[in-house]
């Protein structure tokens, strides 16, 4: 169960901070133009 968690842990560390991060691409995407349908309320200090 632990290495279960490891993984996800670590799979949501890359997505909130590797390189390229799909958080930033995100935000990018914004900041160019494009216009969501929703808004997500994601925070780099949500991690449970």
Known sequence: ?????DAYDTSIKRL???KGNIIK???NMVELGLKPKKLLNISSE???
Not at 1 to 5: C, D, E, I, L, N
């Open 25 to 27: 691409r995100a935000e």
């Open 46 to 48: 949500d991690e449970s």
């Open 16 to 18: 909130k901070t590797g």
């Open 1 to 5: 169960m632990q290495k279960a968690q």
